[in-house]
């Protein structure tokens, strides 16, 4: 069983910059790849980010690559994305989310099991 706690969004200014953090809690050893997703008004849920749990691979959606980056934090068992150069499209709730190696690929939802209550990022014009 793995809980996901998301915190740090908010209102932020175009130009702006977020930091979110996911902190992680399993009761197993066992090793996830973690992932960001978010989720605008009357949208689908897309893929931001994901990051293997060794933290040697990352994998970024083309909508946020060189603004956006994802790490982690083994010890304290914390996940960041840290979001620069806001732009009001990045306004969504981000989630969290767990995948137990399902092997589906770092951006398909379906491979995550564990997801976190989300947090709202708004970016104003």
């Known amino acids: 069983q793995v809980q996901l706690v998301e915190s740090g969004g908010g209102l932020v200014q175009a130009g702006g910059s977020l930091r979110l953090s996911c902190a992680v809690s399993?009761?197993?050893?066992?090793?996830?790849?973690m992932g960001w997703f978010r989720q605008a008004p009357g949208k689908e849920r897309e893929f931001v980010a994901a990051?293997?749990?060794?933290?040697?691979?990352?994998d970024y959606a083309d909508s946020v690559k060189g603004r956006f980056t994802i790490s982690i934090d083994n010890a304290a068992n914390t996940v960041y994305l840290q979001m620069h150069n806001l732009k009001p499209e990045d306004t969504a709730v981000y989630y969290c989310?767990?995948?137990?190696?399902?092997?589906?690929?770092?951006?398909?939802?379906?491979?995550?099991?564990?997801w976190g209550q989300g947090t709202q990022v708004t970016v104003s014009s």
């Open positions: 990051i293997s749990w060794s933290g040697g691979r990352t």
């Open positions: 989310a767990a995948d137990p190696l399902r092997g589906l690929g770092p951006a398909n939802a379906r491979g995550y099991d564990y």
């Open positions: 399993k009761r197993t050893f066992s090793t996830y790849n």
